[in-house]
């Protein structure tokens, strides 16, 4: 099982900026990490469905929600395998719990990865 630990959450008032990370690590289950495809960020509200925040692809190329674009900014750090995710100008409808996801490719082949959740507060 590849593990995705993510840090930087927390409580930030409106207008305010908050660095997400996410670091994935193999396991003696899924064996070294190979390759990372697409490594980015979910969330998901209070009786809302998970949606996708922010991903970038392992050519360098990020896709971003409507509702994000121009305030979040995705940047991955191929070596390290880690993700980072830059919120500013965050607003109270950016609250919810983030969870980080990864494509990987281990010994056990291709599977999709979730991290555990990191929660994002926007309040006043």
Known sequence: QVQLEESGGGLVQPGGSLSLSCAASGSATSGSIFSISTMGWYRQAPGKQRE????????????????VKGRFTISRDYAKNTASLQMSTLEPEDTAVYYCNADVFTTTGWNIYWGQGTQVVVSS
Request: hydrophobic share 45%; proline share 6%.
């Open 52 to 67: 996708l925040v922010a991903m970038m692809s392992n050519r360098d190329i990020p896709t971003y929600a409507d509702s």
